[in-house]
């Protein structure tokens, strides 16, 4: 049994380009080329494109996928190295939601959150294609060896100042304070020096990622949290501050 590329790209979620991008690059080789130039893939190659889209859900990027299913020719025993990896992921996102219910409770009764509760489960690692398509592999290397460079306490004592940003963005929402209050731009200070540990921000990069802030819902709710349209109040924040000042 065989299935055509556009056959297997419907079943498996994903696009013909996409696939014959993988077959380009000696990832995922069609089994056969008919005449008319069309791929087509057999049951060996469907297991394959599971094991690659596995893969890619775990955050390895395309280089690293071809070097581990190079060195697991074994289909067997991959598939359970596969099982344990998602086994493991299972676990950590149970944390995540458990992490976010705790939030959600102590958000709605008023309580201080820590930042060891709201993270834990997160690792930064995911973000790794993102941030390399963003802003460049330097970018996420120098990013990635400064917080494994971190104790466990600096990296709470990290995080819980992100934390306590958002909360007093979100007050002085509730307050009424406009994006370019003195209040609301001593804010925006204390954030761009907290972005200044990891990074250089120029004016391009602390406007785009308040636009960030609220186009992608993973962090418009690290914000709206706190009250709705805060993470508007945090981007036209960023705005004024960085024309003013980078």
Not at 45 to 52: A, F, G
Not at 172 to 194: F, H, M, N
Not at 219 to 229: A, I, K, L, P, S
Request: glycine letters at 8%.
């Amino acid at each position: 049994m065989e299935w055509s590329i556009q056959e297997l790209a419907r079943s498996a979620g994903t696009t013909s380009r996409t696939l014959r991008h993988y077959g380009d690059i000696g990832l995922l080789t069609p089994s056969r080329v008919g005449r008319n130039g069309y791929r087509y893939y057999d049951q060996e190659s469907l297991v394959r494109l599971q094991r690659i889209l596995l893969l890619r859900e775990l955050g390895l990027g395309l280089p690293a996928i071809a070097e581990v299913l190079e060195g697991q020719r074994d289909t067997t025993s991959a598939l359970r190295t596969h099982l344990e990896l998602l086994e493991q992921e299972q676990r950590r996102i149970g944390r995540q939601i458990e992490s976010v219910r705790t939030t959600l409770r102590k958000t709605e009764g008023g309580e201080q959150l820590m930042a060891e509760e709201v993270f834990d489960g997160f690792d930064h690692t995911q973000y790794e294609q993102e941030v390399t398509e963003r802003w460049g592999r330097e970018a996420y290397e120098r990013g990635d060896r400064w917080w494994r460079s971190l104790g466990d306490a600096e990296k709470k004592e990290f995080q819980q100042r992100q934390l306590d940003i958002a909360a007093d963005y979100g007050r002085a929402k509730a307050e009424g304070r406009g994006a370019d209050s003195v209040e609301v731009q001593a804010i925006t200070q204390r954030l761009c020096d907290w972005l200044a540990i990891t990074t250089t921000p120029t004016k391009e990069y602390f406007i785009g990622l308040g636009q960030l802030y609220v186009d992608d819902p993973r962090f418009t709710v690290n914000y709206d949290r706190h009250g709705e349209g805060t993470a508007e109040l945090v981007r036209d924040a960023m705005t004024v501050y960085a024309e003013r000042n980078l």
